[in-house]
């Protein structure tokens, strides 16, 4: 789960937001993304949901309207051409819808009583909140199904405390009790039978009999990165490596894969300077313009292929109850603790686990 920038292809492309040209600009980078394993779209349901955080601003995918009789109304043109255009390159696991709780808690709507842009300040556990967020949800619900999308879609939040996702999962229950919830963040193990899409940092740790009971249930458990963690990371001044390190460490702990926050969310000049003002260099995008790959990222792809192929034997292992086969795994996958990574480079731990599945 790369989360994907339409807004930064379109003004490094000098094409109309949404326009013929930009999906067909687009075109290329999703494809890669889907080619590397690329299972979840990443949506914006209302303006700046991350506030400042990329170079190109995420805007609504959904236009909020509030009607001159007070009631509220909402168009999901260019949610639904997003969504299709990706659903069409085949990206089609996951719909995750950011974010009810942004990290600047206001709210932009088109008022039509003053015919202008205004914002609500608001947060959850106000009433201001709830009757804006409940008239968008049942709305949202609905138009869901009749997409027929709403059993992948999810509400989705990141990083944010406790006691605000309580308040918030409230008025999505209210809403429509069968929603999903996706949460991107710190462990909190009270939370984990709310949430079907589960994702916490490298550094924190899902109790073993909490991972089996999300497995049991079909719920998606991953981890993430982010400028946190000086290693293993995926920075531009990273090992390579490092990159391949993570679907290794994913298998290992039993994981479903990883998410990293930013998959093109370009500088101003990616080609020449990838640092960005606010977080380390190459934080930001894997991936270049003209749909250029990088190192990191094919070393993204070769950790996601180990991955694969370490599923693929343990199933096979397990049919033939072939348990010198199954201790040879978790042998070579014990290798992946991130502590090691002090005083053994990641290359030569992916070599050692690598010559013991060779043989």
């Given at each position: 789960?790369?989360w994907q920038n339409p807004f930064a292809i379109a003004r490094y492309h000098?094409?109309?937001?949404?326009?013929?040209?930009?999906?067909?600009?687009?075109?290329?980078?999703?494809?890669?993304?889907?080619?590397?394993?690329?299972?979840?779209?990443?949506?914006?349901?209302?303006?700046?949901?991350?506030?400042?955080?990329?170079?190109?601003y995420f805007e609504t995918m959904v236009t909020w309207i509030k009607k001159?009789?007070?009631?509220?109304?909402?168009?999901?043109?260019?949610?639904?051409?997003?969504?299709?255009?990706?659903?069409?390159?085949?990206?089609?696991?996951?719909?995750?819808?950011?974010?009810?709780?942004?990290?600047?808690?206001?709210?932009?709507?088109?008022?039509?009583?003053?015919?202008?842009?205004?914002?609500?300040?608001?947060?959850?556990?106000?009433?201001?909140?709830?009757?804006?967020?409940?008239?968008?949800?049942?709305?949202?619900?609905?138009?869901?199904?009749?997409?027929?999308?709403?059993?992948?879609?999810?509400?989705?939040?990141?990083?944010?405390?406790?006691?605000?996702?309580?308040?918030?999962?409230?008025?999505?229950?209210?809403?429509?009790?069968?929603?999903?919830?996706?949460?991107?963040?710190?462990?909190?193990?009270?939370?984990?039978?709310?949430?079907?899409?589960?994702?916490?940092?490298?550094?924190?740790?899902?109790?073993?009999?909490?991972?089996?009971?999300?497995?049991?249930?079909?719920?998606?458990?991953?981890?993430?990165?982010?400028?946190?963690?000086?290693?293993?990371?995926?920075?531009?001044?990273?090992?390579?490596?490092?990159?391949?390190?993570?679907?290794?460490?994913?298998?290992?702990?039993?994981?479903?894969?990883?998410?990293?926050?930013?998959?093109?969310?370009?500088?101003?000049?990616?080609?020449?300077?990838?640092?960005?003002?606010?977080?380390?260099?190459?934080?930001?995008?894997?991936?270049?313009?003209?749909?250029?790959?990088?190192?990191?990222?094919?070393?993204?792809?070769?950790?996601?292929?180990?991955?694969?192929?370490?599923?693929?034997?343990?199933?096979?292992?397990?049919?033939?109850?072939?348990?010198?086969?199954?201790?040879?795994?978790?042998?070579?996958?014990?290798?992946?603790?991130?502590?090691?990574?002090?005083?053994?480079?990641?290359?030569?731990?992916?070599?050692?686990?690598?010559?013991?599945?060779?043989?």
């Amino acid at each position: 789960d790369l989360w994907q920038n339409p807004f930064a292809i379109a003004r490094y492309h000098q094409v109309p937001l949404w326009s013929r040209e930009h999906l067909e600009c687009m075109r290329p980078y999703m494809e890669l993304y889907r080619d590397a394993g690329g299972k979840v779209i990443t949506t914006s349901i209302m303006h700046k949901p991350w506030n400042g955080q990329t170079y190109d601003y995420f805007e609504t995918m959904v236009t909020w309207i509030k009607k001159a009789d007070g009631s509220w109304n909402f168009d999901y043109t260019v949610f639904d051409r997003w969504v299709e255009f990706m659903m069409g390159l085949g990206i089609t696991k996951e719909i995750n819808c950011y974010s009810m709780v942004p990290w600047r808690l206001s709210f932009q709507y088109f008022d039509q009583a003053t015919n202008s842009l205004r914002e609500i300040q608001t947060k959850p556990g106000e009433p201001a909140y709830e009757e804006m967020w409940l008239a968008m949800l049942k709305s949202f619900s609905a138009h869901l199904k009749e997409k027929g999308w709403f059993s992948i879609t999810h509400i989705s939040m990141d990083e944010r405390p406790m006691e605000v996702m309580k308040e918030t999962l409230k008025v999505i229950r209210k809403a429509d009790p069968d929603f999903k919830v996706s949460l991107a963040g710190a462990l909190h193990e009270e939370l984990s039978e709310e949430l079907n899409d589960y994702c916490v940092a490298l550094r924190m740790k899902y109790p073993e009999a909490m991972k089996a009971r999300r497995k049991a249930e079909g719920k998606v458990t991953t981890f993430y990165t982010s400028c946190e963690e000086p290693y293993p990371n995926t920075f531009t001044f990273s090992p390579p490596a490092e990159s391949e390190w993570l679907g290794w460490y994913a298998a290992k702990e039993g994981l479903d894969g990883y998410l990293r926050w930013a998959y093109n969310s370009w500088v101003i000049e990616p080609l020449l300077d990838s640092r960005f003002y606010t977080w380390a260099a190459g934080d930001t995008y894997f991936i270049y313009p003209g749909a250029r790959s990088s190192l990191r990222f094919e070393h993204l792809i070769a950790g996601i292929q180990a991955f694969e192929k370490i599923r693929i034997l343990k199933e096979e292992y397990t049919r033939t109850n072939n348990r010198a086969g199954l201790r040879r795994i978790e042998k070579a996958l014990k290798l992946f603790d991130e502590k090691t990574l002090r005083t053994t480079p990641a290359f030569a731990v992916i070599k050692q686990a690598k010559a013991i599945f060779n043989e």
